[in-house]
């Protein structure tokens, strides 16, 4: 079965630590996206790519990284410099906006 | 500023009763606006497209419809499985990008038997 799998579903982070949470799809979709949801507040975008190999930034980019080097796969880092990154992130991917963003399982991050 | 207004933020139902969610958007030049169906700790499901006011799609108890300035979710009869977080979404025309989705805070729908 087609679909989007993020991993871990659970990841604890020590403060000053860098994290990279795992997206991975098998759709043959182009874009990818990566959203970070709080409690009480709409999905933000983080980042996203259009193609392989490049990506722009979204809404909250600071303090995270992302790389896009296969089709099927997008990472983020979130690095030391997020300085609240405790969230449920959400990996999306699409063929065209047209078709809806197809969304993962999401991985929640706790920072210690 | 491009918004959405999702309301009301919760909504408490008993089985069968039927009602609708509402999700207002200030924006220009929408492409798209979506509905998704998230439920507690996992990613939002994919429900339904809307492009043009005056559009309507159904599935299952659900019915979105559009108008120029707003979007709503009818749910008929509801059962207790229908309980969980609704979203609506817009996407933007312009910026030529796949980047410019919009997300409402979402309408905590509870359903009892």
């Known amino acids: 079965d087609g679909g989007i799998t993020q991993s871990p579903k659970y990841l604890f982070r020590k403060e000053g630590q860098n994290v990279t949470l795992s997206c991975e799809q098998n759709?043959?979709?182009?874009?990818m996206y990566w959203y970070r949801q709080d409690p009480g507040q709409g999905l933000r975008l983080i980042y996203y790519?259009?193609?392989?190999?490049?990506?722009q930034k979204g809404d909250i980019a600071e303090g995270y990284s992302v790389s896009r080097e296969k089709k099927e796969s997008f990472p983020l880092t979130v690095t030391s410099a997020q300085k609240n990154p405790t969230a449920f992130y959400l990996c999306?991917?699409?063929?065209?906006?047209?078709?809806?963003?197809?969304f993962g399982p999401g991985t929640r991050l706790t920072v210690l | 500023e491009d918004q959405v207004t999702q309301s009301p933020e919760a909504l408490r139902l008993q089985e069968g009763e039927s009602s609708s969610l509402n999700c207002s958007y200030t924006v220009s030049g929408l492409r798209g606006l979506f509905w998704y169906r998230q439920d507690p700790g996992k990613g939002p499901e994919f429900l339904f497209t809307l492009y043009s006011a005056g559009e309507e799609k159904e599935k299952e108890r659900l019915k979105a419809t559009l108008t120029k300035k707003e979007s709503f979710l009818h749910i008929t009869a509801p059962k207790p499985e229908d309980s969980a977080t609704y979203l609506c979404a817009v996407h933007l025309n312009y910026g030529g990008s796949q980047g410019n989705l919009i997300f409402g805070k979402g309408t905590k729908l509870s359903v009892k038997p």
């Open positions: 759709l043959n979709h182009d874009a």
């Open positions: 790519s259009q193609i392989v190999n490049d990506f």
């Open positions: 999306a991917s699409s063929k065209g906006v047209q078709q809806g963003e197809f």
